[in-house]
Protein backbone atom coordinates (compact mmCIF):
# COMPACT_ATOMS: atom_id res chain seq x y z
CA UNK A 1 0.00 0.00 0.00
CA UNK A 2 1.58 3.66 -0.84
CA UNK A 3 2.21 5.87 2.05
CA UNK A 4 -1.37 8.24 0.70
CA UNK A 5 -3.21 4.98 0.99
CA UNK A 6 -1.54 3.99 4.93
CA UNK A 7 -2.97 7.55 5.65
CA UNK A 8 -6.21 7.75 4.57
CA UNK A 9 -6.82 4.22 6.52
CA UNK A 10 -4.88 5.70 9.75
CA UNK A 11 -1.52 4.45 9.77
CA UNK A 12 1.41 6.28 10.35
CA UNK A 13 3.55 7.99 7.95
CA UNK A 14 6.70 5.88 7.48
CA UNK A 15 8.10 7.42 4.29
CA UNK A 16 9.27 10.54 6.69
CA UNK A 17 9.84 11.52 9.80
CA UNK A 18 8.86 15.55 10.78
CA UNK A 19 12.17 16.04 12.28
CA UNK A 20 13.66 14.44 8.56
CA UNK A 21 11.44 16.66 6.10
CA UNK A 22 11.97 19.95 8.37
CA UNK A 23 15.78 18.89 7.86
CA UNK A 24 15.73 18.74 4.24
CA UNK A 25 13.48 22.14 3.97
CA UNK A 26 16.56 23.67 6.04
CA UNK A 27 19.22 22.44 3.81
CA UNK A 28 17.70 23.57 0.84
CA UNK A 29 16.93 27.36 2.61
CA UNK A 30 20.65 27.23 3.60
CA UNK A 31 21.63 26.56 0.17
CA UNK A 32 19.55 28.99 -1.36
CA UNK A 33 20.69 31.63 1.08
CA UNK A 34 24.45 31.01 0.87
CA UNK A 35 23.93 31.17 -3.05
CA UNK A 36 21.83 34.55 -2.82
CA UNK A 37 23.99 36.01 -0.62
CA UNK A 38 27.68 34.79 -1.51
CA UNK A 39 27.51 33.77 1.87
CA UNK A 40 28.62 30.48 4.28
CA UNK A 41 25.53 29.25 6.07
CA UNK A 42 25.64 27.49 9.20
CA UNK A 43 23.04 24.80 9.83
CA UNK A 44 20.92 24.71 11.96
CA UNK A 45 19.42 27.88 10.98
CA UNK A 46 19.05 29.89 13.79
CA UNK A 47 15.38 31.57 14.28
CA UNK A 48 16.21 34.84 13.33
CA UNK A 49 17.55 33.93 9.98
CA UNK A 50 16.04 36.32 7.23
CA UNK A 51 14.60 33.38 5.06
CA UNK A 52 13.70 31.91 8.64
CA UNK A 53 10.18 32.50 8.04
CA UNK A 54 10.29 32.16 4.13
CA UNK A 55 11.86 32.73 0.99
CA UNK A 56 9.62 35.34 -0.41
CA UNK A 57 11.98 38.90 -1.71
Same mark, same amino acid.
Given at each position: ? @????? +???????? !??? /??????????? @????? +???????? !??? /?????????????
Amino acid at each position: M @TEVGK +ALNGTPNT !AVT /LAEGTASIELV @TAIYA +AHRDGTRV !ALP /LESDHTLHAGWQP
